[in-house]
């Protein structure tokens, strides 16, 4: 396999930080706020900062799209300056963190000015939001995350602005005047009479209402508006050349309403814009749908990927993972699991499939799981492999909890259980946290997060795992799966356990590589051809 030399410098820098990077990580973005409770799940001493040493493989990297992110909201992850609000200077100093755990490409969520919290109703998107910092803070964000060998990709909210942005003002200023000759004219869609989706501009010199299908804060664009496009471009151009890796594409559905083959093109043309500018570029979209219009747009999109929503719990007990694991079909887990890997490659139509389990606006997986230790692993490692390139939300890796309002879903990451962030966005009802917080659980060799880096390694190890040609080996135990993935001429062996007792598998499938065990204090054994897993296990035979 090619190894990415972008990795190559990366992984020299990262064994030059990781010695002080465990020794000060926890310095920062802590406070002593006590409001929240704790269970104690962590056989480490709270106080005690060091690394678990866990058996990892060393990695192929491969220089291609195929690779694990990491969702970050940058307002509630990591606050460098102690003003109560994390910041990108706080992002940067955690990328050593990030790609320990075996991330090679962060998503952040919008960091441009907005008058809101979550930031998806821009006001210049040639900017940085001064919360967050500046432009100064944003290219070292970029310097810093590529010497790692970690991609970043951006937030690109399109479909609407912030009623406060001075496009805005200026084309309802010109429709109020009837001024069709007004620059902005055209950038919005307005209408002078009350209709579905349309807000009343709040003006005592005329009455004309406004599209604003999200909120009324949100007016959206007219995207046949050629200067709207041309501007668009620009946008495009300016980010890429700031060091943008590429796009996640916000709202994708809702581009045009009630015009799924409209939204679909636009897709199609935006993603062919970025491109123009790097061809490499990773493009991501969000289409909150059934399997049947993901593959639309994928076909009508074919240089952009789009997450894989039926694997989420946005699908709560339909979601692909929930039947492979908490499902009452419990005689069906296996033939259930591989059904899902073809439908999530089926859901790409050739391209790259985009797997993970929430977001940021999605009730937190620890949750569906039943806050369930053994589940919560068991669900990532399910996740981890899936083709593609799969994405995981800020602090799932230490198990967070976080369900019914969005701000509930998008708390302050909790870097240590002795000095727990107060960051919350406003309109938080719970701070609740599950598990213990990073330092403890980096120390704890059982922990969720040391299984989230063993099965990220195991990504990261075998090429075969994100890219492989699926074939199954038939088994008389629908509790075990016998999965085979093939690239490059090259062909592994994935025998999962779905089942909550151990189970013996015997037959010649290659020599055990590595095992990943939820259960703790359990492993995947090797005698002959006999393969033990313990429940809730996976194995990688080559």
């Known amino acids: 396999m090619s190894i990415s030399s972008k990795f190559k410098k990366g992984a020299i820098a990262a064994a030059a930080f ?175 009479s009350s209709q579905t989706g349309y807000n009343k501009y709040p003006s005592s010199l005329g009455t004309i209402y406004y599209e604003s299908r999200f909120d009324s804060g949100m007016p959206d664009l007219n995207l046949d508006c050629q200067a709207v496009r041309d501007e668009i471009e620009n946008i495009i151009e300016f980010w890429i050349g700031k060091g943008a890796d590429g796009f996640r594409l916000d709202a994708c559905t809702s581009y045009y309403t009630d015009s799924s083959t409209s939204s679909q093109e636009f897709c199609d043309w935006i993603s062919t814009t970025i491109k123009s500018y790097k061809e490499d570029a990773f493009i991501v979209g969000e289409v909150w749908e059934g399997i049947g219009t993901i593959k639309e747009y994928s076909a009508a999109a074919p240089e952009m990927s789009f997450f894989a929503f039926p694997v989420s719990t946005s699908s709560s007990s339909s979601s692909y993972i929930y039947k492979a694991t908490l499902s009452s079909e419990s005689s069906k887990n296996a033939d259930n699991y591989y059904s899902s890997c073809g439908n999530v490659i089926s859901m790409a139509s050739g391209g790259i499939p985009v797997p993970f389990l929430d977001n940021h606006d999605m009730n937190r997986v620890a949750g569906l799981m039943s806050r369930d230790e053994n589940r919560i692993k068991f669900a990532y490692g399910l996740l981890s492999i899936y083709n593609g390139t799969a994405f995981t939300y800020y602090g799932d890796e230490i198990g967070m909890i976080g369900s ?125 051809t006999t393969l033990t897993l313990p429940a809730y296990s996976i194995a990688v035979l080559k």
């Not at 866990?54 to 970050?72: G, H, K, P, R, W």
């Not at 944003?138 to 690109?156: K, M, P």
């Not at 701070?431 to 980096?442: A, I």
Request: negative net charge; glycine residues 6%; hydrophobic residues 30%.
């Open 18 to 192: 990781i010695m002080a990077f465990s020794a000060c990580m926890f310095s920062a973005c802590t406070n002593n706020s006590d409001d929240s409770s704790y269970s104690d799940n962590s056989s480490a001493s709270a106080s005690d900062a060091a690394v678990a040493e866990l058996d990892l493989l060393e990695e192929n990297i491969v220089n291609d799209n195929y690779a694990n992110y990491y969702e970050i909201f940058v307002y509630s992850f990591c606050d460098s300056d102690g003003d109560g609000y994390g910041d990108l200077n706080g992002v940067t100093e955690k990328l050593s963190y990030i790609r320990d755990l075996g991330y090679t490409g962060i998503w952040l969520m919008p960091i441009c000015p907005s008058p809101s919290y979550h930031k998806y109703d821009v006001t210049d998107y040639y900017d940085i939001d001064s919360l967050y910092g500046d432009m100064d803070d944003f290219e070292t964000l970029i310097s810093e995350a590529h010497t790692l060998g970690i991609s970043v990709i951006l937030d690109l909210v399109v479909n609407h602005t912030s009623s406060s942005h001075e496009w805005f003002k200026a084309s309802a200023k010109a429709h109020i005047n009837g001024d069709t000759n007004n620059t902005y004219y055209d950038w919005y869609n307005f209408s002078t």
């Open 404 to 528: 019914g309002s969005d701000p509930n879903r998008r708390i302050g990451m909790l870097w240590s259980t002795d000095g727990a962030t107060t960051i919350a966005p406003s309109g938080t009802t719970s701070t609740e946290y599950c598990f213990d917080g990073v330092e403890e659980q980096l120390a704890d060799e059982g922990s969720i997060l040391n299984y989230y880096k063993q099965a990220n390694n195991l990504r990261n190890a075998f090429p075969e795992i994100a890219r492989g040609e699926l074939s199954r080996t038939s088994y008389d135990n629908n509790k075990v799966l016998i999965m085979h993935k093939t690239y490059n001429n090259s062909t592994i062996t994935i025998i999962i356990n779905f089942d909550t007792s151990e189970q013996t598998v015997e037959g010649d499938y290659g020599t055990l590589q590595k095992g990943l065990c939820a259960y703790r204090d359990t492993s995947v054994t090797q005698s002959g």
